[in-house]
């Protein structure tokens, strides 16, 4: 039996997830939206992040970048969310106008998000048309935890706080 993409979209799209940008360090800043995300283990600390190959993140983590950022999305960072879903063009680029800082890998960190794990590259794995990236957290802290989170859940944002 088979069963096509657009069908396996749709019966995933069932499993609601938390919502994350990458980002990428370098002196151009990259970042996507990502929900493909999990933790691995936690002796030693280990995160997986899939990255289709038809973006630039995956052209940079197949090349001379090693590590990434997880910045967990709140539900007033959906505007965010859409921009690196590729989904809206902002007016400005969130790399120089919202708050960032970097900490062990230089990958950029929103301010506003939930949390961040920062990570260097421990594996990859091809599977498909994704890429599995295993990566070692070198860094990871609680931002703002008064706030909610944003959720994905049949293709649309979604929020706790909504019936």
Known sequence: ??????????????FATGCTVM???????HGMTANAVSSVSLDPPLVLVCV??????????????????????AADQQDLGDHFANIVELDDDPFE????????????????????IDCTVDAAHEAGDHTIYVGHVEATADLNPEKDPILFFRGQWERMDEE
């Open 23 to 29: 980002t990428l360090p370098g002196e151009e800043p």
């Open 52 to 73: 289709d190959h038809e973006t630039e993140c995956y052209e940079r983590l197949s090349g001379d970048t090693d590590s990434y950022c997880l910045n967990v999305l």
């Open 1 to 14: 039996m088979s069963v096509d993409g657009d069908t396996f979209r749709r019966i995933m799209g069932n």
């Open 97 to 116: 106008t919202r708050p960032t800082r970097t900490e062990a890998t230089g990958a950029p960190i929103f301010e506003e998000s939930l949390a961040y």
